[in-house]
C-alpha cells in the first residue's frame, strides 16, 4: 500500500516543486479523518498543492477565499426565495466538497470562523430547520498568512483545536525555487492523473489503523502533553509562567492516528518516540494557549514543545 502513498506524492510534484513535509502533512491528515491549518507567506504553493492533491486523489475540490466583508452564508449556502414556486430553496456553498480550501481563513471575523466548527467536527451543515450531510471524505486545509496585521482576526480557541495539524510552511531552497522559476516561465507542467480509488483510499485508512504502537510508547505521549499542563511535575517550573492552558485532550487522540500514519508513511508497521517527535510540533503548537508573559518576552509554543521534548523521559 505504500507504492500508492508514492504514487499520490508524485502526481502531487507534477506542479509542485519540493514542500515534502506539507504535501505529507496534508496526505497525513487527510488519511485519519482531520484537518490542517498552514501557515506562511503567500507564494508557497499552498492552494496549488492542495488543488493538486485533489486532483490526484479524484476528488472534488473547492476553494473559498475569506475576506473581513464575508458571511457564514457565504460559506455554508442559505435559504433563498423562488418566486417562479412561490417557496423557499436551499442554495448550498462552498463547504459541500470533498477538499475545501479556506483561503486565508484568518481574515474573516469569528462568526465565519464559527460557522466551520458544525461542519468539521460533526461532518454536517444545518441550513434554516434542515441538516444536510457533508458527502464524505471530507477535509478542510486552512491557511493564514503571518504577515499582515491590519483587517485580520485571530481564529477561535474552539476553531483552533479542530485542526488535527498546524504546519509553519517555509520558503523553498535556492535550487528549488530555481527550477520552480524555470518550470513557470516554460509552461512545463505536467497534466496530474487521478491515481487512486474511493477503495485505495479506504484501505489506506484501514492499513494506517493496523500499525501497531507499543504500550510505553502511548504513555509516552500522554506525558508530553500532560508536561504542557503540568510543568512542574517534570521539573519545568520556568515553564509554569508561560503557559495558560496546557495541550488540549484532542493532541491525545489526534496523537494516536497521526504517528500511526507517520510510521506508515515512513514504511513500518509500528511507531517508535522518533515518529512522534517528528510530528509532536504539529499537533501542539496551536493548543497550547500562551500567558502574556510569554507573549512579552517573546516565547512560542515551539520552543515550549522542543523543551518538553529534551525534558520527558524517552522510552
Given at each position: 500500500m505504500i507504492s500508492k502513498i508514492q504514487n499520490i506524492k508524485k502526481e502531487v510534484s507534477k506542479v509542485v516543486v519540493g514542500q515534502e513535509k506539507m504535501i505529507d502533512s496534508l496526505l497525513i491528515a487527510f488519511l485519519c479523518d482531520g484537518h490542517i491549518l498552514i501557515e506562511g507567506v503567500p507564494g508557497l504553493a499552498k492552494t496549488t498543492t492542495v488543488n493538486a492533491l485533489s486532483k490526484a486523489l479524484g476528488l472534488d475540490f473547492k476553494r473559498a477565499q475569506f475576506t473581513p466583508d464575508l458571511l457564514p452564508s457565504d460559506i455554508l449556502g442559505a435559504e433563498i426565495y423562488d418566486p417562479q414556486n412561490n417557496a423557499f430553496k436551499?442554495?448550498?456553498?462552498?463547504?459541500?466538497?470533498?477538499?475545501l480550501l479556506a483561503d486565508e481563513?484568518?481574515?474573516?471575523?469569528?462568526?465565519?470562523?464559527?460557522?466551520?466548527?458544525?461542519?468539521?467536527?460533526?461532518?454536517?451543515?444545518?441550513?434554516?430547520?434542515t441538516t444536510f450531510k457533508i458527502d464524505l471524505p471530507f477535509f478542510v486545509m486552512a491557511t493564514q498568512n503571518p504577515v499582515e496585521q491590519e483587517g485580520v482576526y485571530q481564529l477561535p480557541e474552539a476553531q483552533l483545536d479542530r485542526f488535527?495539524?498546524?504546519?509553519?510552511?517555509?520558503?523553498?531552497?535556492?535550487?528549488?525555487?530555481?527550477?520552480?522559476?524555470?518550470?513557470?516561465?516554460?509552461?512545463?507542467?505536467?497534466?496530474?492523473?487521478?491515481?487512486?480509488?474511493?477503495?485505495?483510499?479506504?484501505?489506506?485508512?484501514?492499513?494506517?489503523?493496523?500499525?501497531?504502537?507499543?504500550?510505553?510508547?502511548?504513555?509516552?505521549?500522554?506525558?508530553?502533553?500532560?508536561?504542557t499542563r503540568n510543568p512542574s511535575e517534570y521539573g519545568l517550573s520556568e515553564l509554569e509562567d508561560f503557559i495558560q492552558f496546557g495541550a488540549s485532550p484532542r493532541v491525545s487522540i489526534d496523537a494516536f492516528k497521526v504517528v500511526k500514519a507517520m510510521a506508515f508513511f515512513r514504511g513500518k508497521d509500528f511507531v517508535t518516540p522518533v515518529d512522534v517527535a517528528y510530528i509532536i510540533k504539529e499537533l501542539m503548537r496551536h493548543r497550547i494557549v500562551l500567558s502574556y508573559e510569554a507573549e512579552a518576552?517573546?516565547?512560542?509554543?515551539?520552543?515550549?514543545?522542543?523543551k518538553v521534548l529534551e525534558t520527558v523521559a524517552i522510552p
Open positions: 436551499i442554495k448550498k456553498g462552498p463547504i459541500f466538497t470533498n477538499l481563513i484568518n481574515r474573516a471575523p469569528a462568526k465565519v470562523q464559527s460557522a466551520l466548527l458544525e461542519v468539521m467536527q460533526e461532518k454536517q451543515v444545518t441550513l434554516g430547520d488535527m495539524l498546524k504546519l509553519v510552511v517555509d520558503y523553498n531552497t535556492k535550487d528549488e525555487e530555481l527550477e520552480i522559476a524555470r518550470r513557470i516561465s516554460s509552461g512545463n507542467f505536467e497534466q496530474i492523473q487521478s491515481v487512486v480509488s474511493s477503495d485505495d483510499l479506504l484501505k489506506l485508512r484501514d492499513a494506517i489503523k493496523a500499525v501497531h504502537i507499543d504500550e510505553e510508547v502511548e504513555k509516552y505521549m500522554i506525558e508530553l502533553v500532560n508536561a518576552e517573546g516565547v512560542t509554543t515551539d520552543e515550549i514543545i522542543q
